[in-house]
């Protein structure tokens, strides 16, 4: 028998001491990107690997702002989100070849977001003949890449369009 790996997984699954606070707050400025999966930075928005992801390559589109609600983010950090949705994609399809992406936004817990006071994106790459019996059998997602890999191949491509010394 053949076992799978996602050793990242137990945390989603822990019964032990649940993290306080905002993570979407408190990761980009904890310092170490490749531990926190930080992969880009902008003046008002950053890019992060999802640690739960549905697929290698998963990551969030998030404002900087601690805010639930769209209409609530000023129109200039709104524009600056966009755009740094549509360079994710772009740069997740050059990183992995994706075919396709499920991009959504989940808006407060009802709608099913698990970070719900903190807005966000998802962008979750796509190919051809990615669903497998897997779930749908064994409920279990094969993931082929481990997420400090997935920081290596897409961080050096965010490093390029956005400048490193932006910090909060």
Same mark, same amino acid.
């Given at each position: ?30 310092? $170490? ?45 709104? $524009? ?78 965010? $490093? ?9």
């Amino acid at each position: 028998m053949e076992q799978l790996w996602a050793p990242w997984r137990m945390e989603l699954i822990s019964k032990g001491e649940r993290q306080t606070g905002c993570i979407f707050c408190e990761l980009p400025r904890a310092g $170490d990107d490749r531990e926190n999966l930080i992969l880009g930075r902008s003046a008002h928005t950053f890019a992060i690997l999802n640690r739960f992801p549905y697929n290698n390559g998963h990551l969030m589109v998030v404002p900087r702002a601690h805010i639930a609600e769209l209409t609530a983010l000023p129109r200039e950090e709104h $524009d600056e989100l966009s755009e740094m949705l549509r360079v994710a994609v772009r740069l997740v399809g050059e990183a992995y070849g994706a075919q396709g992406y499920n991009i959504g936004m989940n808006l407060g817990r009802t709608a099913g977001a698990g970070i719900a006071d903190h807005l966000h994106w998802h962008v979750v790459p796509r190919w051809n003949g990615d669903t497998n019996f897997m779930p749908v059998l064994g409920d279990t997602k094969v993931m082929i890449e481990h997420l400090h890999a997935s920081w290596d191949r897409l961080r050096p491509s965010f $490093d390029r369009e956005y400048s490193k010394g932006t910090k909060w």
